[in-house]
DNA sequence: GCCTTTCGTTTACAACTGTAATCTTTATTA
DNA sequence: TAATAAAGATTACAGTTGTAAACGAAAGGC
């Protein structure tokens, strides 16, 4: 009844062998999980499968074997799962469970600054107090 | 398989209003999920049920109607699915999509200086570049 | 104390997930 | 080219999740 296909934890760690490889092959992509995971081949062949149908993933079947390539982008897959996990915490806790990611995240002097200055910029508008909407109407 | 019970999407709901509340009778519980669901009553009651076999709710049985209870604690509870969502991400990608989360989330001025700080303390021993770990042998 | 309402428990059922075995087709090698 | 290996497709099966109906027990109203 999803609207939305959605991607399994699972499939999660075959996408970022392909996103991180631009595009792969089954073998190539069950070489990489072999040593991650125990997972038998066929279950990885299994995942990929699936994350075709579910059109995250698209067959280059012009060749063999075949090469497979994401449909979808990292960065918008995760900004999809992240924020979408974030719309079901209480708005009230968002900045706690923001700073409980930061320390338990490796981040680069770059981006540090990065957020350094979105946060800066935030400030500007940002309320006294953020309310707790958990028992409100709307989801 | 799982090891640890893990809190469904559904469940959650269920869960922040007792949070919310400190402790609630199913009758509130599914009052104020009336207004934000589509759910049936009976619906809600099995989610509770649910979440009574894996021990994240307790019923207080000594009075009529139960008074429900939480066994885990909403930061606790946050901080680990926020934490096993970014476990499953690249390395390389959590400082932006913490970007992004800044920019989707109401924060409070109060955290967002907090947030800063803690910014400015990493940022000391923060490495200039995080590699992706995507390929790496551990998951 | 009986009837109706409320609350709690049991059972249901399809889709999604983790995990895989088996079967089929294509490619490789002796 | 026949045998074998590799890749892909089909089928499987139990546990979780969304969603609920049906059943049984307790409690309030008359």
Known sequence: ???????SKAEWQVM???WTLGQ????EVIEVLKRKTTWKTV????????????????????TRPY???????????IHQSVND?????????????????IKNSPISKGD???LIELLQNKRE???????????????
Chains 1, 2 share one sequence.
């Open 85 to 101: 996990l974030f719309d079901s915490l209480c708005c009230m806790r968002k900045g706690k469970a923001i700073g409980d990611l």
């Open 24 to 27: 792969a092959t089954s073998k």
């Open 125 to 139: 508008t940002a309320p006294d107090e953020v309310e707790c909407d958990c028992l409100e109407a709307s989801l």
């Open 67 to 77: 090469v497979y390539k994401p449909l979808i982008a990292e960065t918008d897959a």
């Open 43 to 62: 279950t990885i062949k299994t995942l990929i499968i699936r994350l075709q149908k579910k059109g995250f993933l698209k067959a280059d079947e012009s």
């Open 1 to 7: 009844m999803m609207e939305v296909e959605n991607m």
């Open 16 to 18: 970022r062998i392909i």
């Open 112 to 114: 540090i600054d990065e």
